[in-house]
């Protein structure tokens, strides 16, 4: 017997990515001495940087891979700002974002696994 490894709900969904504005102290960037790639970011005042594509409506933050409920995938999950990170799956405000898509909260059978090894 097979066994298909399960799919984080996150993976297929990137509503978060899609509504919210990504904003974290420069610190964190890549130049210095975080992880966030400079590139994908803009200065919003002297000590705060924003992700691009987060500033404006519609919103869709440049790190995203994929579209919107289909393979959406965090092209630098593992270099991603304390903002991602402490942005909670199955929260409230995950919640908000999916409908504010039309897509239903995460089910009780989903599996809630890691999305990086």
């Known amino acids: 017997m097979s066994c298909t490894p ?21 610190y964190e960037l890549k130049s210095m001495g975080g992880s966030v790639p400079d590139a994908l970011t803009h200065t919003v005042n002297g000590n ?3 992700m691009n594509g987060t500033a404006q409506f ?5 790190a ?4 919107l409920g289909v393979e959406s995938i ?3 999950y ?3 700002s304390s903002t991602c990170r402490n942005f909670d799956f199955d929260s409230d405000r995950c ?3 999916r409908a504010r898509h039309g897509l239903p909260p995460p089910q009780p059978n989903d ?7």
């Open 64 to 67: 995203l891979t994929g579209g």
């Open 95 to 97: 919640h908000e974002a």
């Open 111 to 117: 599996p809630i696994l890691p999305l990086a090894a």
């Open 48 to 50: 705060r940087v924003r």
């Open 58 to 62: 519609p919103v869709r933050c440049h």
């Open 6 to 26: 399960a799919i984080h709900p996150c993976v297929n969904c990137g509503a978060c990515c899609h509504t919210y504005r990504v904003e974290f102290p420069v």
């Open 74 to 76: 965090c092209s630098i």
């Open 78 to 80: 593992e270099q991603r």
